[in-house]
């Protein structure tokens, strides 16, 4: 059994939409974070996988289930200590260079992150510019950067300064949402593997939320897949890309296109993820699923656990009862 560092419980978060409407944008998610470990969440676009990271971070009050750290629940870390650069958990999303203040140095907007954890943490021999310089030199910036302003660096390298800000904290953990999606394509791969090559060397555990499945497959120790609101299928990446045995992580997997230049048409799925309000009855995945039988309409299902480390909710794979198997002969 392993020890988590961030345990997400039957955890459901819901909006509201008008006065009455109330939508379920996560379902009854739960998965454990182990230490340093890589964990990718993926899913189509509205599959609640940000709604699911605000939750961690404290940010979307939770309807149902709770999400602890370190067996604290996060949302009272998050009160607790009023600044949010204090917290163990720290997130970077698709437009974090965005929330760099463009009328500071860079320099001061870290220094004033290492001076805040120095004196919350009540360390001492630490030197700030010191630090800075550190931070910089790990993301692969030059200590130089400091001295700049935000709008002076490209897109990508913004996205690497709040990696840098980020790790100032000391965090034991970072969710990051759809953190390469804004760059572009040439900037993704390099921006990816910095963020797995600075948690790995930190020790820092990583939840990487992300539509790209290709990018998900090359970086992560352990995959979630999400399904408006759900989880569908969870496992250790390399098994579940080699066999992955709930329909909607096969649909995904044989949608990635291969990139061999043959010309081969990835098979792709069919129709939208619907919205939340009007979630399908049964398996939300059903209308979708070219493997649904009868009572997929009707009955949802639980998730399975098929080995130590991987789990599936689809009835496919509920072990055959006596009743079943006389309906089949
Ligand atoms: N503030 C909100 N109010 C009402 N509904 C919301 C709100 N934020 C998100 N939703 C709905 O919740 C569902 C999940 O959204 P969420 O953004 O978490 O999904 P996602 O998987 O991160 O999608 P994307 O990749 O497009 O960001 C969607 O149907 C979305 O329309």
Known sequence: MRDALLSVDGVSIEYRRGDRMVIKAVNDVSFDLAPGEILGVVGESGCGKSTLAKGIMGLAPLSQGSITFDGVPVHTLGRRRRDRAQL???????????????????????????????????????????????????????????????????????????????????????????????????AQAYAANLLVDVCRSEGIALVFISHDLAVVRAIADRVVVMYLGRVFETGPTKDVWRDPQHPYAQALIAAIPVPDGTGRRPETLVGEVPDPANAPSGCVFHPRCAFRFEGCDRVVPELITLSTDRAAACRLLEPATDDAYAAAQ
């Open 88 to 186: 163990p958990v720290q997130m970077i999303f698709q437009d974090s260079a965005a929330a760099l203040n463009p009328r500071r140095t860079i320099g001061a907007q870290i220094s004033e992150v290492v001076a805040l954890r120095i004196k919350h943490r009540r360390e001492t021999g630490v030197n700030p510019v010191n630090e800075v310089a550190d931070v910089l030199r790990k993301v692969g910036l030059p200590p130089s950067a400091a001295m700049k302003y935000s709008h002076e660096f490209s897109g990508g390298q913004r996205q690497r300064i709040a990696l840098a800000r980020a790790i100032a904290t000391k965090p034991k953990v970072i969710v990051a949402d759809e953190p390469i999606s804004a760059l572009d394509a040439s």
